[in-house]
């Protein structure tokens, strides 16, 4: 094979960095191949079938690599309004606005299926126009839904789990698949393989001349924050969590200098100043010391003057990493707490003491940090009480104290049940989810079921959210004027300043959470003025 056509499938605008990846590691080894890429996203809906046809005509590709980043349109966080709209449908007490919610929440499950049957259509396009090309998927959306999406892709599409360089590599070279995790439905029948050693980063580099050439829509992406992996892989545990799933438990580190020198480029030769470190974790225990040091020193070193970030375990933060962090341009940062009860946490084997994650954000702080931080709360997990949804209050108050009440912005994010995760599992044991469940089948009830929030506690958390998102006109994501993200708005000026502003004014997680406080408490006291008259009957004498 001597050409490959890289598709990345539509999704909201985020830099495509996987495919960008995979086309340098094929270049790398095989410099006549022919590559191209082409981002989806960067179309408007009416025109990507025929992008993807004039493609394929004018590049006439022996292979064809869909890359599916996203399917989840109904997020479990508070700054995506269909989770508005859910507990609106689910718990409102006003019927008006049961209603009104009902309608809502029909209009994005249209949007929802019409998103994947759009996915879908390309590689049925590519089928069925250009049928001598062979064709490959891959990516985050597909390697979650891979047992659901194979079925509905054209027979003989060859499904790739987790990372693609050497399956691609081994498609293009004839070899066989045996040792990779590939998926691939034969009629009725589904192989699968399983992969043996995985790659070896020591050699991951991009040649950002070679890449600029073959993807002629780089410049949409200037201005934009730019992807750089560090690692692969993380050795936690965390039961609602895809990601080792996704790029195993054994940590592979790339070479600190090899990280730069991506940066580096980006930041001279496309004028990059925003990235995004995406690896699961960047700090994945203290083994990763080391690198994190070693990468943060070298942008130092280089003059880079960028702003960054990534997922970082705050509990694994020290006063030295903290004040390298804060001088090679840490941006805002989101911290997944989870909750404010180490028993709640510990059930959830995140691996991480309270305690631990309030040193992380004091030496932050100590060292100067100026940047947000978003904590993300999944209120109701397993085991959650009322005594421990106000510890998660408490511990807002916490880190509120310590980098200031101004800097830190509580964020809503259930917890969503993903296939093959450890909470799947439990939930499908207590019989929670029944065995079967198609994770991709929406309705009114599987919706519920999967956005986590069970009885009994249930209806006061949606009750608290519901009236903080009511007192701030709407749920709000404090991540819109992040200076990390895709989303930062483009213009600047009045547009920029007025989402600026109403970000900060519309901190709504803190709103729901103080809210929460207020139930809980007026509960608690109603129970001990109840209790104290019980006690006053029976004993009347006392
Ligand atoms: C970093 C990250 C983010 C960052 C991205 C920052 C940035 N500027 O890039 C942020 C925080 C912004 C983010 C946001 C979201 N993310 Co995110 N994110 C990730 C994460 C951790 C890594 C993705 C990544 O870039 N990896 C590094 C690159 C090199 O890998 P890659 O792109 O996956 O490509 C490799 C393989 O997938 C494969 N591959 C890819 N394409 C192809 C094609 C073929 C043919 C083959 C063979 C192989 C192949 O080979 C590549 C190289 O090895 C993954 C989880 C994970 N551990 O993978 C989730 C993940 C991709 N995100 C996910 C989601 C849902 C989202 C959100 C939609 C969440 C939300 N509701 O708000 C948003 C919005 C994203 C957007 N489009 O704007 C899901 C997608 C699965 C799903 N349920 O649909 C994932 C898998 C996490 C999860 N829930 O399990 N995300
Ligand atoms: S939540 Fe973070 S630390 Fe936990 S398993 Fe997932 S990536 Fe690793």
């Not at 029948?189 to 600029?212: F, H, S, W």
């Not at 959830?348 to 004091?362: I, N, P, S, T, V």
Request: proline share 6%.
């Amino acid at each position: 094979m001597n050409s490959i056509l890289y598709i990345f499938l539509p999704c909201k605008k985020v830099y495509p960095i996987g495919v960008t990846y995979l086309a340098d590691f094929i270049h790398r080894r095989k410099p006549e191949v022919r590559q191209r890429i082409l981002d989806l996203s960067l179309y408007p809906d009416a025109q990507r079938s025929s992008a993807v046809r004039d493609a394929a005509i004018e590049f006439k590709p022996d292979l064809v690599c869909f890359s599916w980043r996203d399917i989840q349109i109904f997020s479990p966080h508070e700054g995506d309004s269909s989770l508005e709209h859910a507990f609106n449908f689910y718990f409102a007490s006003n019927p008006l606005k049961r209603i009104v919610a009902s309608f809502a929440g029909l209009q994005q499950l249209y949007r929802y299926y019409s998103h994947i049957r759009a996915a879908l259509s390309y590689p049925w396009l590519i089928a069925k126009e250009f049928p001598k090309a062979q064709i490959m998927i891959g990516g985050g959306a597909f390697t979650a839904f891979a047992d659901q999406l194979i079925q509905k892709l054209p027979e003989g599409t060859i499904g790739i789990l987790g990372e693609g360089e050497d399956a691609i590599l081994k498609v293009i070279e004839g070899q066989s698949l045996e040792k990779e995790r590939y998926i691939l439905r034969e009629g009725k029948t589904i192989r699968k393989g399983q992969q043996g050693a995985p790659a070896l980063l020591d050699a991951l580099t991009v040649d950002l001349p070679y890449l600029t050439s073959i993807f002629p829509q780089y410049q949409e992406y200037a201005g934009e924050s730019i992807g750089v992996q560090s690692k692969r892989g993380c050795p936690y545990d965390c039961a609602f969590c895809l990601y080792p799933y996704i790029e195993g438990k054994r940590v592979r580190y790339r070479p600190p200098s090899m990280v730069v020198k991506d940066i580096s480029q980006h930041y001279h030769q496309w004028g990059a100043r925003r990235f995004w470190f995406t690896d699961a974790q960047f700090i994945t225990g203290k083994e990763a010391y080391p690198q994190c040091t070693e990468i943060l020193e070298r942008i130092l070193a280089e003059k880079l003057e960028i702003e960054w970030s990534g997922y970082i375990r705050t509990s694994l933060i020290t006063p030295e990493m903290a004040k390298l962090m804060v001088r090679s341009g840490v941006g805002d940062l989101e911290v997944a707490i989870t909750s404010g009860s180490q028993e709640v946490l510990n059930n959830l084997h995140m691996g991480f003491k309270l305690e631990r994650l309030y040193d992380g954000c004091r030496y932050l702080a100590e060292a100067g940090f100026k940047g947000k931080v978003i904590l993300n709360y999944s209120l109701n997990s397993p085991k959650e009480t009322e005594e421990s949804l106000l510890q998660s209050v408490e511990s807002y108050k916490v880190v509120a104290s310590i980098l200031g009440e101004e800097r830190v912005f509580p964020l809503m994010f259930f917890l969503g049940i993903q296939p093959n995760t450890d909470l799947e599992q439990r939930l499908l044991e207590e019989g929670y989810l029944s065995a079967g469940y198609n994770p991709l089948m929406l309705t009114p009830t599987s919706i519920r079921k999967l956005l986590y929030n069970p009885a009994p506690l249930n209806s006061f958390i949606a009750k608290a959210c519901l009236r903080a998102w009511e007192r701030k006109e709407g749920s709000r994501d404090p991540r819109k004027w992040t200076g990390s993200l895709s989303q930062a708005p483009k213009e600047s000026g009045p547009y920029a300043d007025k989402s600026l502003i109403r970000g900060i004014e519309g901190n709504s997680g803190r709103d729901a959470l103080l809210s929460l406080e207020e139930i809980l408490r007026s509960r608690q006291s109603l129970r001990s003025a109840k209790d104290a008259s019980e006690k006053s009957v029976v004993t009347p004498a006392s």
